[in-house]
């Protein structure tokens, strides 16, 4: 028998990301991107992961599980935490993964994240177009997403309609309005909501995610006519964003697609979870995109691959538009002592120029230690020395 409330809470004490529950294997913890089995817990059975899914699953969604073998879906334990969980059948049996979704939404600041993001939630510059969060799998894109979105439902007086699959983060109404649609269960499909999204009098949509090409048709729309969407890729960085976006329509249509693009697009946010080096857990690095005048040209032509090089230049003058590429982040952070070199070249998506960057920034820390040595040999000379006044008593 499992005592379910009993194990999330241990997992979120634990400050996992994930419980996973399988048949005749004790459930596990995946804690700072690494899984760990509970050793002390006995094997889980067939009527234990039936209990645990009669317990949190309602009639509709056992027969939509019946059908389909797998299923997502969300719930909150109150007082506890939230949870998206996915259901799913392996070699006959169930299984299930539980990710952990806090019950407060931390902010941009909380979060460490980039002050630029802030920027992009309440400058009137950016009240319309697309902005899209990129990254794989668990690198946090909804938690950087739920920072923006609550940072705009405390500061804005406007309707905010998220479309998710299932929903995630949930929440109150502040200055804004927020309507949370969950497929499957308010809507049939992403791009079914997106069909009808825009009668909802929306200020600001969130799509969960852009699975296929009508979706983003649809979402283009949205921000073409007035409003501001948020969404999300899974693409490790911001140029590789642009080119998948681009290579998932033909040929002959990518042209009108980069034009549209260059006039609706605002930003990409591209982020990884980097583990600290004092074994604390993980941060963000994070890379971003502005789409500036320049940029937005670039976007127009199809030449992707001029992007990178404008991002880092952004930043090596001095940052005005709050840009960064990946290994600029990762370099902070190392120069910071947050990451081990070691880590960032890891993380890195450009790994022979963090080579370089790696080398100078050796390179810059032997010099520093050089020079505080001279110093403190300088500052031990001098007070080694007889003062005037003993010299001139002898």
Same mark, same amino acid.
């Given at each position: 028998?499992?005592?379910?409330?009993?194990?999330?809470?241990?997992?979120?004490? #634990?400050?996992?990301?994930?419980?996973?529950?399988?048949?005749d294997s004790p459930p596990a913890l995946?804690?700072?991107? #690494?899984?760990?089995?509970?050793?002390?817990?006995?094997?889980?059975?067939?009527?234990?992961?039936?209990?645990? +899914?009669?317990?949190?699953?309602?009639?509709?969604?056992?027969? +939509?599980?019946?059908?389909?073998?797998?299923?997502?879906?969300?719930?909150?334990? =109150?007082?506890?935490?939230?949870?998206?969980?996915?259901?799913?059948?392996?070699?006959?049996?169930?299984?299930?993964?539980?990710?952990?979704?806090?019950?407060?939404?931390?902010?941009?600041?909380?979060?460490?994240? =980039? =002050?630029?993001?802030?920027?992009?939630?309440?400058?009137?510059?950016?009240?319309?177009?697309?902005?899209?969060?990129?990254?794989?799998?668990?690198?946090?894109?909804s938690t950087t997403l739920a920072a923006?979105?609550?940072?705009?439902?405390?500061?804005?007086?406007?309707?905010?309609?998220?479309?998710?699959?299932?929903?995630?983060?949930?929440?109150? $109404?502040?200055?804004?309005?927020?309507?949370?649609?969950?497929?499957?269960?308010?809507?049939?499909?992403?791009?079914?909501? /997106?069909?009808?999204?825009?009668?909802?009098?929306?200020?600001? @949509?969130?799509?969960?995610?852009?699975?296929?090409?009508?979706?983003?048709?649809?979402?283009?729309?949205? *921000?073409?006519?007035?409003?501001?969407?948020?969404?999300?890729?899974?693409?490790? &960085?911001?140029?590789?964003?642009?080119?998948?976006?681009?290579?998932?329509?033909?040929?002959?249509?990518? =042209? !009108?697609?980069?034009?549209?693009? +260059?006039? &609706?697009?605002?930003?990409? @946010?591209?982020?990884?979870?980097?583990?600290?080096?004092?074994?604390?857990?993980?941060?963000?690095?994070?890379?971003?995109?502005?789409?500036?005048?320049?940029?937005?040209?670039?976007?127009?032509?199809?030449?992707?691959?001029?992007?990178?090089?404008?991002?880092?230049?952004?930043?090596?003058?001095?940052?005005?538009?709050? !840009?960064q590429t990946m290994n600029q982040a990762?370099? $902070?952070?190392?120069?910071? #002592? /947050? @990451?081990?070199?070691?880590?960032?070249?890891?993380?890195?998506?450009?790994?022979?120029?963090?080579?370089?960057?790696?080398?100078?920034?050796?390179?810059?820390?032997?010099?520093?230690?050089?020079?505080?040595?001279?110093?403190?040999?300088? *500052?031990?000379?001098?007070?080694?020395?007889?003062?005037?006044?003993?010299?001139?008593?002898?």
């Amino acid at each position: 028998m499992v005592d379910l409330e009993r194990l999330l809470r241990y997992a979120v004490d #634990k400050e996992a990301s994930d419980v996973f529950l399988k048949v005749d294997s004790p459930p596990a913890l995946r804690v700072h991107g #690494k899984v760990h089995r509970l050793k002390n817990h006995p094997p889980l059975t067939i009527d234990d992961l039936k209990e645990v +899914a009669y317990c949190i699953m309602t009639e509709d969604q056992l027969t +939509a599980f019946e059908k389909r073998h797998e299923l997502d879906f969300g719930f909150t334990f =109150p007082g506890v935490c939230r949870f998206r969980v996915n259901v799913y059948q392996q070699r006959g049996t169930l299984a299930m993964v539980f990710r952990i979704i806090p019950l407060r939404i931390r902010g941009i600041d909380e979060l460490l994240l =980039p =002050p630029v993001l802030k920027r992009l939630c309440t400058d009137p510059m950016f009240a319309q177009g697309l902005i899209l969060v990129t990254g794989p799998t668990g690198c946090g894109k909804s938690t950087t997403l739920a920072a923006m979105l609550d940072l705009i439902n405390q500061t804005r007086r406007a309707h905010i309609v998220t479309i998710e699959d299932p929903i995630e983060y949930v929440y109150e $109404d502040r200055l804004s309005i927020v309507s949370q649609r969950e497929v499957g269960t308010d809507t049939a499909s992403f791009l079914d909501a /997106l069909k009808y999204v825009l009668r909802e009098s929306p200020d600001v @949509i969130l799509v969960g995610e852009m699975r296929d090409v009508e979706t983003f048709h649809a979402s283009l729309m949205a *921000a073409e006519t007035g409003h501001l969407v948020f969404s999300t890729v899974h693409t490790p &960085s911001c140029t590789e964003t642009m080119e998948r976006i681009i290579n998932m329509f033909p040929p002959h249509e990518r =042209p !009108m697609v980069c034009l549209r693009l +260059a006039k &609706s697009l605002l930003a990409v @946010i591209s982020q990884k979870l980097v583990p600290l080096a004092d074994g604390s857990g993980r941060r963000a690095a994070v890379e971003v995109m502005i789409v500036t005048p320049t940029i937005a040209k670039e976007i127009e032509e199809g030449r992707s691959g001029t992007i990178y090089q404008l991002i880092a230049k952004d930043k090596s003058e001095g940052g005005y538009w709050g !840009m960064q590429t990946m290994n600029q982040a990762l370099s $902070d952070m190392v120069r910071e #002592k /947050l @990451i081990t070199p070691e880590v960032a070249l890891r993380y890195s998506t450009n790994p022979s120029e963090m080579r370089h960057i790696l080398h100078r920034l050796i390179e810059e820390e032997r010099q520093m230690v050089e020079q505080q040595q001279r110093q403190r040999r300088a *500052a031990l000379l001098r007070s080694s020395r007889p003062s005037g006044d003993s010299q001139s008593g002898t």
